[in-house]
């Protein structure tokens, strides 16, 4: 769970090196680069359902079939204690469909009782593991928090290969995808067998999320899955946008929080990663353009300042209009009883030429009384 490289590295250029010099660095890089664009890639389609629990349910359903696995082989093969998790994941998922569609319960309320009930199952078998005089459950809390250090070169491929038949799937069916994610009724019209292609798109998650239980954990799994899609919904509204920038979130999310674990002592490297991940979220919530929420103030103050921009401008003009002369000058005092005038506001209506000033007096010129005008019709058509 926890590596250190065998030399300190101070820049970017001696880490590269590394990577590929370093067999145990290189395999942890590429290894939670693949699982980071996978997750990310599927986790698009788990944020976008609204079910977000998912990868939360389906990692904790997958701790029972990786000790269930142990029990029958009482061996710590990884890849048949994966082949467990996956089956387990795999009942898990189907349980949380009938319960949704043979009762009246709600997939949240589904996913909740799934996940505590395999979670609590797995654990009690752990237990009973750990109590065996001929067992050792120390190889087994890995798929608890994760061990990235324990990587091998033949894992790296699995996740490669894995991540190639997801994306060919994915390339193969996207219409389909595309339609049933946005409108499933109308799916079914066309006469696409909606069961099939959900049952397709939630299989490939929970390969994903049993492939990850290594690296990141049972715990920790769920943020993998959802926190680079989560960062990618914020920048656009395509979803082939979507997936490819979710994609590279997890990726990057991967080989830089393999890079801080390896340079400093007693850090997980699966925490650390969700950590990063978690930070693309962040950035990805203050600073994207259209929904970034300092985008949305810089808009907010805007849009208020433009409209007491506005109510001025037509406070001057019901004023101008009741003389025949537009350029009529007026005392800029008028202007102290009108609620929400400044100073400021009148310089910025000289400043668009909307405005003249003379000394203490203000007329209005030929564009600002046409703007003024617009305004006014503007509204008008807006009350009809």
């Not at 505590?116 to 199952?121: A, V």
């Not at 038949?165 to 499933?184: G, H, N, S």
């Not at 009724?185 to 397709?200: E, M, V």
């Not at 830089?256 to 693309?280: M, Y």
């Amino acid at each position: 769970m926890r590596f250190l490289l065998s030399q300190e590295f101070v820049d970017i250029k001696e880490y590269i090196e590394l990577v590929f010099t370093d067999y145990t660095l290189r395999t942890i890089t590429l290894g939670t680069a693949i699982l980071g664009a996978v997750t990310g890639m599927l986790g698009s389609f788990a944020v976008l359902r609204k079910q977000s629990l998912l990868g939360d349910a389906i990692s904790h359903a997958a701790l029972p079939g990786i000790a269930i696995a142990f029990l029958i082989t009482g061996a710590k093969d990884t890849n048949t204690l994966l082949l467990g998790a996956l089956v387990s994941g795999l009942i898990g998922t189907f349980w949380i469909r009938g319960i949704v569609t043979k009762t009246h319960l709600k997939s949240d309320t589904a996913l909740g009782l799934i996940l505590s009930l395999f979670f609590g199952f797995g654990m009690l078998l752990l237990t009973f593991i750990q109590k065996q005089p001929n067992a050792n459950q120390a190889g087994l809390d890995k798929y608890l928090f994760g061990q990235a250090a324990t990587l091998v070169e033949s894992d790296v491929w699995t996740m490669a290969i894995v991540t190639g038949i997801c994306l060919l799937v994915m390339l193969t069916f996207w219409k389909e995808f595309k339609i049933l994610l946005f409108d499933a009724d109308y799916t079914k019209t066309l006469g696409f067998n909606t069961k099939t292609i959900d049952i397709l798109i939630t299989s490939f998650i929970v390969l994903a999320i049993v492939l990850g239980l290594q690296t990141v954990g049972v715990v920790l799994m769920s943020a993998m899955l959802l926190a680079p899609a989560a960062a990618a919904r914020q920048w656009t509204n395509s979803l082939s946008v979507m997936v490819l920038l979710a994609a590279i979130f997890g990726a990057f999310s991967g080989v830089f929080g393999t890079a801080i674990s390896a340079s400093q002592n007693n850090l997980s490297t699966g925490p650390v990663i969700v950590l990063v991940a978690s930070v693309f979220v962040a950035f990805s919530f203050i600073f994207s353009p259209s929904r970034g929420l300092l985008f949305k103030q810089i808009r907010f103050i805007k849009n208020r300042r433009d409209l007491e921009l506005h109510k001025t401008l037509a406070f001057m003009y019901n004023i101008a209009e009741t003389h025949e002369d537009i350029s009529h000058p007026h005392a800029i005092k008028l202007l102290n009883n009108f609620q929400g005038y400044t100073r400021s506001t009148l310089q910025k209506l000289v400043d668009k030429d909307y405005v003249k000033i003379d000394g203490n007096m203000w007329s209005l010129t030929e564009r600002g009384f046409e703007t003024a005008s617009n305004l006014y019709t503007k509204q008008s058509t807006e009350d009809e």
